[in-house]
T-cell receptor
Framework: EDQVTQSPEALRLQEGESSSLNCSYTVSGLRGLFWYRQDPGKGPEFLFTLYSAGEEKEKERLKATLTKKESFLHITAPKPEDSATYLCAVPAGTGANSKLTFGKGITLSVRP | DSGVTQTPKHLITATGQRVTLRCSPRSGDLSVYWYQQSLDQGLQFLIQYYNGEERAKGNILERFSAQQFPDLHSELNLSSLELGDSALYFC????????????FGPGTRLTVT
């Protein structure tokens, strides 16, 4: 069964203190790995898609990387507005459908 | 703004009742997905529709059903509600059935009292 595990569950950083969030996955035939940001009470906001090991994508202070077993979301010099829950997900099933299996998320708090 | 809309934003109802949640996908998207998010379970896939047809089912209870209409909007019907059904319900859409990149709506918060 496809599984996605995120760690740590929560992370508290000082503004400007860089860190990484981990997403480990077990899936047969990876068809992509997705990172989402979710603010409290709101819908997940799409951040990145990674398709193959070695791929990297960047957006402002965020950089996502992918290996054969895990993905990292690196946050460089975070600001308080980066505080949110970060979710990773993989598509399960065949190409005819793509239900996403999500990890439980990492709640990031950035203190000014 | 993802372009996916959901109504209502909040819903409070009693046990045993039935409710309908509505979702309009992004313009041009043919697939609609429903997810449930509770504090202890995280985001759980319920069901997918593509161009009016059911494509995939997750851990959706028999008391729950969904459909997608010709104009591509979708409705999720929840009946015989129980306290444990209280959760955030999200709709997502994607361009095709393979649905790699899914865009989520703002959600409906359901509270069952």
């Amino acid at each position: 069964e496809d599984q996605v595990t995120q760690s740590p569950e929560a992370l508290r950083l000082q503004e400007g203190e860089s860190s990484s969030l981990n997403c480990s996955y077990t899936v047969s035939g990876l068809r992509g790995l997705f990172w989402y940001r979710q603010d409290p009470g709101k819908g997940p906001e799409f951040l990145f898609t990674l398709y193959s090991a070695g791929e990297e994508k960047e957006k402002e202070r965020l950089k996502a990387t992918l290996t054969k077993k895990e993905s990292f979301l690196h946050i460089t010099a975070p600001k308080p507005e980066d505080s949110a829950t970060y979710l990773c997900a993989v598509p399960a099933g065949t190409g005819a459908n793509s239900k996403l299996t999500f990890g439980k998320g990492i709640t990031l708090s950035v203190r000014p | 703004d993802s372009g996916v809309t959901q109504t209502p934003k909040h819903l409070i109802t009693a046990t045993g009742q039935r409710v309908t949640l509505r979702c309009s996908p992004r313009s041009g998207d043919l697939s609609v997905y429903w997810y449930q998010q509770s504090l202890d379970q995280g985001l759980q896939f319920l069901i997918q529709y593509y161009n009016g047809e059911e494509r995939a089912k997750g851990n959706i209870l028999e008391r729950f059903s969904a459909q997608q209409f010709p104009d591509l909007h979708s409705e999720l019907n929840l009946s015989s509600l129980e306290l444990g059904d209280s959760a955030l319900y999200f709709c997502a859409s994607s361009a095709d059935a393979g649905g790699i990149e899914q865009y989520f709506g703002p959600g409906t918060r359901l509270t069952v009292t």
